[in-house]
């Protein structure tokens, strides 16, 4: 009897991994990025993320001072590598933003002031699986880095001469 409870349950789990392999083999699961994510894929890669994040990123705190330096750094990296997708400070995405799948937030409508220094610096040096946001990682230093996190962390109680700076750098969409 347990035998055949058990010999039930490893085919179920069987037919199971075979369906689903099937599934994505067969082209049904669809992978253009201007189809919308279902249900089970947001929810999956939002849990993951979380879990990462939380793991890997608790304690991470930037050692660079709040410089003026810093600063005006951060934005010219922002303008270079991260502008594009999240946009300038008039908050709109431009004609890239616009074909992500998932969307990617405007920073200066949406923000990231109230993450975590340790979050932000995460997302930018790993990137985020199944988003247009890549690693920064292989390109960038870590001073890079945190200097582009100190500027998002500040992005809407910038001083008027770095919301200028930042305003002199903006693409247009």
Not at 130 to 135: I, K, L, Y
């Amino acid at each position: 009897m347990l035998k055949g409870f058990i010999l039930g349950i490893v085919v179920a789990i069987a037919v199971a991994v075979g369906g689903g392999y099937f599934f994505v083999a067969s082209g049904a699961l669809p992978a253009g990025q201007d189809v919308k994510p279902g249900a089970l894929e947001r929810w999956a890669a939002k849990k993951s993320l979380r879990a990462a994040i939380a793991r890997e990123a608790r304690g991470l705190k930037s050692p660079l001072p709040s410089t003026d330096d810093n600063l005006a750094a951060g934005i010219a990296l922002y303008v270079a590598h991260c502008q594009i997708c999240h946009g300038g400070p008039e908050g709109s995405p431009s004609a890239i933003a616009r074909g992500l799948t998932p969307d990617a937030p405007q920073l200066a409508k949406h923000g990231v002031e109230d993450d975590p220094e340790g979050t932000i610096y995460w997302k930018i040096a790993h990137g985020i699986r199944f988003t247009g946001m890549p690693s920064f990682r292989p390109t960038l230093s870590d001073r890079e880095m945190w200097q582009i996190t100190l500027f998002a962390r500040r992005m809407n109680a910038l001083p008027p001469g770095a919301r200028q700076a930042w305003a002199a750098g903006r693409t247009t969409p």
